[in-house]
């Protein structure tokens, strides 16, 4: 990968949110109150970057397909934002927690 990649990557990331491994469709999608910014959802590049590459997420890009296919983050799979909420329970049955990032 090359800066440019690395960039887009860190880019990614700033708006990289975990889910639990096993978390119920409730759990999965944020309260309209929350606060998306809270410390218990989103991820940073090191502890990312730390758990990537002990394959230890599921990563899931929440763009739609023209932009994933024009790059994303290497193992991660496209679900598109408006179909999250469809596949929580899709998503619930990961062993891993997920992280959803979107550019």
Same mark, same amino acid.
């Given at each position: 990968m090359n800066i440019r990649g690395v960039v887009f990557v860190v880019a990614l990331l700033?708006?990289?949110?975990?889910?639990?491994?096993?978390? $119920?469709?409730?759990?999965?999608?944020? %309260?309209? %109150?929350?606060? $998306?910014?809270?410390?218990?959802? &989103? +991820? %940073?590049?090191?502890?990312?970057?730390?758990?990537?590459?002990? &394959?230890? +997420?599921?990563? +899931? %890009?929440? &763009?739609g397909d023209v932009f994933f296919e024009s790059g994303h983050i290497p193992g991660a799979r496209s679900i598109p934002l408006d179909q999250v909420e469809k596949r929580a329970t899709e998503l619930g049955r990961s062993k891993k927690p997920i992280v959803l990032y979107c550019a």
């Open positions: 700033v708006l990289a949110v975990m889910i639990p491994p096993g978390a $119920t469709a409730a759990e999965q999608k944020p %309260d309209q %109150d929350e606060d $998306t910014s809270s410390p218990s959802l &989103r +991820i %940073d590049w090191n502890e990312f970057k730390k758990l990537y590459d002990a &394959r230890a +997420i599921e990563i +899931i %890009d929440v &763009r």
